[in-house]
Structures are given as C-alpha cells and as structure tokens.
C-alpha cells in the first residue's frame, strides 16, 4: 500500500451472507480517511468522514488496493483531499458513501461501482419486464408473441414465461455482477460475468418452461430465452454514474 491508494476492506451486511466494500483514501502514514455510517449496523442513521489507523479501518479484515477507475490527481493531492473533509458530516449508502468519497478524492467524481451495478440491474430488470409486457401487448389476442431466434427459427412464449424468464435472468446478473466486484474483477470484466450469467440464466427459464413440449421444444425455449435476453441487453436504461464533483 501506498500514499494516495484506494483501500477496501470486506464487510457483511448484518443479518445475511451478502458482503460490500468499504472504501478509504490511504494517507501513507498508517492512517486512512474514510466516510463511514456512525454505526455499521444503522447504515441509513448518518455518519461522517474519520481518519483513523489502518488495524482500525480493517477491523481484522484483509485490506486490499483498488485504484480503478485510474486517479486524476498526483497522490500528494489525493491525500490532501481527503484530510480536507475529515470531519465532514453526512453518509448515505446510496448516494454519499465511502465509495462515492474515495472516488472523489481521486477522480473528482463521486461514483460507486456497488450502487451503479444494483441500480442498473434494478433498472435493466424494469426495462426487460416492460418490453416483455408491450410485446404481449402489442401481439393483441394473440395469446403468445412469436420470438424469433438468432437462428432463424421462430418460438411462441407468452407473457407468463416471458416475465418469469427476464427477472430470473436479472436476478443471477446482479448476484454474478456483484460477486465478481467483490472477488475484485474490474468494472468490464464483472460487466460481462453478469451478462453471461443473465444469457444462461434467462435461457433455462425459458427451456424449463417449455419442457411439456419434450426435448425440441426445450431447445427451442433455450434460444429464444437466449433471443430474450441479449435483444434486451440492447435496450436496456443506463443509469448515470456520474455525480457533481462536490464532496
């Protein structure tokens, strides 16, 4: 560890096996400043900017160096930034947290790859579920909406496996996106473990849900399943990583 390095140490949030990182600006003395809720197990009750020891900011946990995305500024001035707000009050684990801060202390933007990686799946999620919605209703009468696959071949699902099928895939790209963030995977390569898992996940679904239809129809749910997920990876809303450079 270095002067002006980005720390994270893991934690887990009470009550489940979910972990997060908690993030910190390495003074290179022994010291690290950070942002952190009063209370750990009262996120949401507010908190503020501390400096304290590096055995502090571990808390008996492995400390780790994570400087992407790249610094903006010499490590003297990323140091110097955070010194400048220990003190600071406010701590919100969505939009000022311990990510947010370091990050600004660095770049001179405040974004947190954890919050982006759940609000984009959260919002990828409601994109796939409404376009699912607006192609059943767009087929009318019709009780199913004809898929067609990158193959050629085209599969009849209704909005009862459709739905199902988008969410479930949804559900395993956040749990493989967050995982891989937390394993230390940078933001493209934990991009595309979500992705591929969202693709495997939604295709089973969609197989599963046409196995009365025996072992060709089952292939056949698999692809548009497949057709399902990377025409919504298309369309999916983005959400806006970026916030003012005020710390």
């Not at 160096?65 to 110097?80: C, G, K, L, Q, Y």
């Not at 994109?127 to 009780?143: D, H, K, M």
């Not at 699902?157 to 988008?166: E, N, R």
């Not at 939604?202 to 497949?226: K, N, Q, R």
Request: glycine share 10%.
């Amino acid at each position: 560890m270095a002067r002006g390095d980005r720390l994270e140490v893991e934690h887990r949030i009470v009550g489940s096996t979910v972990t997060y990182l908690h993030h910190g600006v390495d003074v290179g003395d022994g010291t690290v400043v950070h942002a952190r809720p009063r209370q750990f197990r009262n996120p949401f009750g507010g908190g503020h900017v501390v400096r304290t020891s590096v055995a502090e900011f571990a808390d008996g946990r492995g400390v780790r160096i994570r400087n992407d995305p790249p610094a903006s500024f010499p490590p003297d001035e990323v140091v110097a930034r955070a010194l400048a707000h220990v003190g600071r009050e406010g701590y919100d684990p969505v939009i000022d947290n311990c990510e947010h801060f370091a990050t600004w202390c660095a770049t001179g933007r405040r974004a947190s790859r954890q919050v982006d990686i759940v609000l984009g799946r959260v919002a990828a999620a409601a994109s796939r579920a409404a376009a699912a919605v607006s192609a059943r209703l767009a087929a009318g009468t019709a009780p199913r909406v004809v898929v067609r696959t990158a193959i050629g071949t085209s599969v009849r699902l209704g909005l009862a496996t459709m739905l199902p099928a988008t969410l479930i895939g949804e559900a395993a790209a956040l749990a493989a996106e967050w995982t891989a963030h937390q394993r230390g995977a940078s933001q493209q390569a934990s991009r595309r473990v979500g992705e591929s898992a969202g693709l495997t996940a939604t295709s089973l679904a969609c197989a599963v849900a046409a196995t009365p239809s025996g072992p060709i129809g089952m292939a056949g749910g698999a692809m548009a399943g497949a057709t399902l997920w990377m025409a919504g990876a298309a369309v999916a809303s983005r959400i806006i990583r970026e916030r003012p450079a005020v710390p």
